[in-house]
């Protein structure tokens, strides 16, 4: 029982069953009430650490199974319906990602793109900067773990440069020389590029999803279309944020572009099965970009580019099979989103958004947006994930959006960009934060108070700038 935190799992057990005994509101039937009650300790559990995701979500299933709440009386459809998650296409895509995402790390690749740009932009600390985020940008549309992204690429190559510019994690009075500014800004960079594409973390697919349940339609295209402007701004201004208020001391960073030569030259050439990476890469932006034109999902798309890299040998079905955090996703994404699902056509999530949006009823749409967009962002200090985060408040939250009029679709990309933007707040929020906050290059204050700074950077970037550019393309 190694993994079961025994306190939590009864203090979680406790609060499920406080929720299930108390009486159903008028207006909710009690099986809803009660899937509510399967679904909040679910996510207590998750968030509380009382086991594993995956462990937290197969309980969910089976006590959703077991108590019939999602088919009263009806055991045999009360299995399948708590099944039934398994066979959403979006849960998927981001399982085929995870296995695609392999090929960029063991072919090399990533690591390639990235001492390449070191060597072109490194020639100063905030270009170093740039250079380690611009590899992460071009990474993330086909790496849907943001952890596996920062952990298997970005962050031992950040630690390698700052210990040769002499900033060492076992010296304290080092690390302002330049770890903790590459530290902080390579971690919000990730938040960043986890928000531009659909792809880029598992929370994006997982608010499509209950986006969808509510009638909003979300596509990759559109996602990126609505996300890449604001998304980008901040791209450009958090390096310099923190050059500016959280400087590192050595500015030049000569040496740093031919160390990475040297790392590059001892990669070799570019291999083969490089090539085919990146040729398959580049078929998966087309279909998932233009899959439309041609009457295709993403899920589609990301088949094609797993079933292309296993004819070629890039990957091999052993690949596939250990790919242990894509099959984990898989579950505990499986048993998140069909409980959520269940909430909503089972009525919960509609009385719920219609109890709150009658308090804002006497609000604007307008007035109603930023206290929506706040408040769902703060709620974050709470959560250690921006999936659990995004499975636990983005439903309610967009129905009462949609309850008071706020236009859906812009409404529906901001909340599910929140809920990854939000991760700069702690160093638990999401999880590249503790591989980076790990290097001990910044401590908890500092990381604290620059991560309130750049949340509130990152609202004042999307409201001003994604509000006007969502005005541009007709979403408001």
């Known amino acids: 029982m190694k993994e079961i935190n025994l306190r939590s799992l009864l203090v979680t057990i406790a609060i499920g069953l406080i929720i299930w005994f108390i009486p159903a509101p008028e207006g909710v039937k009690p099986n809803a009430w009660h899937l509510l009650a399967i679904f909040a300790?679910?996510?207590?559990?998750?968030?509380?650490?009382?086991?594993?995701?995956?462990?937290?979500?197969?309980?969910?299933?089976?006590?959703?199974?077991?108590t019939q709440v999602l088919a009263p009386g009806d055991p045999v459809k009360?299995?399948?319906?708590?099944?039934?998650?398994?066979?959403?296409?979006?849960i998927w895509l981001i399982g085929l990602a995870f296995f695609i995402a392999r090929g960029f790390i063991k072919t090399g690749l990533g690591t390639r793109l990235a001492y390449s740009f070191i060597r072109i932009f490194g020639k100063s600390s905030l270009g170093l900067a740039y250079g380690l985020n611009t590899a992460d940008l071009i990474l993330a549309p086909a790496i849907p773990s943001n952890t596996a992204r920062a952990g298997g690429v970005i962050y031992p190559i950040m630690k390698s440069i700052a210990v040769n510019m002499g900033s060492e994690p076992e010296k304290a009075d080092t690390h302002r020389k330049i770890g903790s500014f590459l530290t902080l800004s390579s971690y919000n960079a990730n938040m960043i590029t986890s928000v531009i594409f659909l792809t880029a973390t598992a929370s994006n697919p997982m608010a499509q999803k209950f986006a969808k349940d509510l009638g909003i339609t979300i596509t990759w295209g559109s996602w990126f279309l609505a996300a890449g402007i604001p998304g980008l701004v901040c791209f450009l201004l958090v390096p310099l944020f923190l050059y500016k208020f959280y400087p590192p001391e050595l500015k030049s960073t000569k040496d740093a572009p031919a160390i990475a030569a040297a790392k590059l030259k001892e990669m070799g050439p570019v291999t083969l099965q490089e090539w085919l990476m990146v040729a398959t890469f580049i078929i998966l932006l087309v279909l998932w970009i233009f899959g439309s034109l041609f009457a295709m999902d993403a899920t589609t798309g990301a088949l094609i580019g797993l079933s292309i890299l296993l004819l070629c040998g890039v990957l091999t079905w052993d690949d596939v099979k250990s790919e242990k955090g894509a099959w984990d996703t898989i579950v505990w994404f499986s048993s998140l989103v069909m409980m959520g699902s269940y909430l909503n056509s089972l009525g919960f999530i509609g009385w719920f958004g219609h109890l709150v949006g009658a308090e804002m009823a006497h609000l604007s749409w307008q007035m109603a947006f930023p206290i929506i967009i706040l408040v769902y962002s703060y709620c974050h200090y709470m959560f250690a994930s921006g999936t659990a985060h995004a499975a636990a408040m983005y439903s309610v939250f967009l129905a009462v959006g949609l309850s008071v009029g706020v236009p859906g679709t812009m409404l529906a990309i901001f909340l599910g960009a929140c809920a990854t933007l939000m991760g700069s707040l702690t160093h638990y929020a999401h999880g590249?934060?503790?591989?980076?906050?790990?290097?001990?290059?910044?401590?908890?204050?500092?990381?604290?108070?620059?991560?309130?700074?750049i949340s509130v950077l990152f609202l004042i970037v999307w409201f001003v700038v994604g509000g006007l550019w969502w005005k541009v393309i007709g979403l408001w």
């Open 78 to 90: 009360s299995i399948s319906n708590a099944l039934s998650g398994f066979g959403n296409a979006t």
């Open 432 to 453: 590249p934060a503790p591989i980076f906050f790990g290097s001990t290059y910044v401590d908890m204050k500092d990381w604290w108070k620059q991560g309130f700074f």
């Open 41 to 66: 300790a679910t996510i207590i559990g998750i968030i509380f650490k009382a086991a594993s995701m995956g462990t937290m979500a197969m309980l969910g299933i089976t006590l959703c199974a077991a």
